[in-house]
């Protein structure tokens, strides 16, 4: 079956400081993945996608690449901020699967000042 | 960018009764919503995917009857709980999609069965 990996959290991060949250999946076919991100109380917002191998998915400063080699999608952002402070899924869905997605476990994100 | 909404944001009811959580694309046509519940500090877990004008597609361990869910328009969807029990008070997210595999998620609701 399909399933994403995400890394443990809470992650606390200074603000500058350099993030990485880990995402590894297996999958059936060639998924699409995305990173989305929930503030508290809220529902999730599509942070970044790719689609297919070595595309690099970007916003608002986060990145993350599709490895196809590794099967990952690591997070990443140089300089975090307090207000990136958040839940951050991975997930990834497949053609034909009426784009139903699969979620990771979420990690929680704290940056302090 | 695509807006989905939710209504309510939040819900307190008694147990026994029913209630229903609207999710409404507001600026494209949603061939598809999906229907998401959420337990504290978890994943989401999805509950149903529904078509615009057909039954909607439960996941395996969700009772179609507890939770009715109506896909009446293609802009709007409905999840009712019904008979609900404390044990349903989750958050409840739902998404849209219009076309291709992006979906677009609602800011969920809340409900706090008593």
């Known amino acids: 079956g399909n399933s994403v990996t995400q890394m443990e959290g809470p992650v606390t991060l200074s603000e500058e400081a350099f993030l990485t949250i880990n995402c590894t999946y297996t999958a059936t076919g060639y998924p699409s993945l995305f990173w989305y991100v929930q503030y508290p109380g809220e529902g999730l917002q599509l942070l970044l996608k790719a689609t297919k191998a070595d595309d690099k998915g970007s916003n608002k400063g986060f990145e993350a690449t599709y490895r196809k080699e590794t099967t990952s999608f690591h997070l990443e952002k140089g300089s975090v901020q307090v207000s990136d402070s958040a839940v951050y899924f991975c997930a990834l869905t497949l053609t034909g699967t009426a784009s139903k997605l699969t979620f990771g476990t979420g990690t929680r994100l704290q940056v302090t000042l | ?114």
């Open chain 2, 1 to 114: 960018g695509a807006v989905v909404s939710q209504h309510p944001s939040r819900v307190i009811c008694k147990s026994g009764t029913s209630v229903k959580i609207e999710c409404r694309s507001l600026d494209f046509q949603a061939t598809t919503m999906f229907w998401y519940r959420q337990f504290p500090k978890q994943s989401l877990m999805l509950m149903a995917t529904s078509n615009e004008g057909s039954k909607a597609t439960y996941e395996q361990g969700v009772e179609k009857d507890k939770f009715l869910i109506n896909h009446a328009s293609l802009t709007l969807s409905t999840l009712t709980v019904t008979s609900a029990h404390p044990e349903d008070s989750s958050f409840y997210i739902c998404s849209a999609r219009e076309s291709g595999v992006y979906q677009y998620f609602g800011p969920g609701t809340r409900l706090l069965v008593l």
